[in-house]
Nanobody, 120 residues
Framework: QVQLVESGGGLVQPGGSLRLSCVAS????????MGWYRQALGKKRELVAR???????YLTDSVKGRFTVSTDNAKNTGYLLMNALKYADTAVYYC??????????????WGQGTQVTVSS
């Protein structure tokens, strides 16, 4: 089966940067896409970014120009580079891997979440 290990969160000042990583391991054919979600305290979980391993990507409007989503396909790893961080970016960030588990079946798996806190 598939395991996801997420890392890179922490405490950062406004304007700072963090890079989140999400590594998929286990038994599967390919990583098809990596999505990134965040959930701030008292708010619903929202989609922040998503990228397919073919290079198609999406960024929500509030992070365009600041965040970059990417994958290292050889390492089955997704990245979310967050620049120019703002107070409003404070949240728990979750990755979601879309993996080709077998030739005919794709499944989604969630990372455990990592806290990003932007504070002065």
């Amino acid at each position: 089966q598939v395991q996801l290990v997420e890392s890179g969160g922490g405490l950062v000042q406004p304007g700072g940067s963090l890079r989140l990583s999400c590594v998929a391991s286990g038994t599967f054919f390919t990583l098809n896409a990596m999505g990134w979600y965040r959930q701030a305290l008292g708010k619903k979980r929202e989609l922040v970014a998503r990228i397919t391993t073919e290079g198609e990507f999406y960024l929500t409007d509030s992070v365009k120009g600041r965040f970059t989503v990417s994958t290292d396909n050889a390492k089955n790893t997704g990245y979310l580079l967050m620049n120019a961080l703002k107070y409003a970016d404070t949240a728990v960030y979750y990755c979601r891997a879309e993996v080709q588990v077998t030739e005919l079946r794709a499944d989604n798996y969630w990372g455990q979440g990592t806290q990003v806190t932007v504070s002065s």
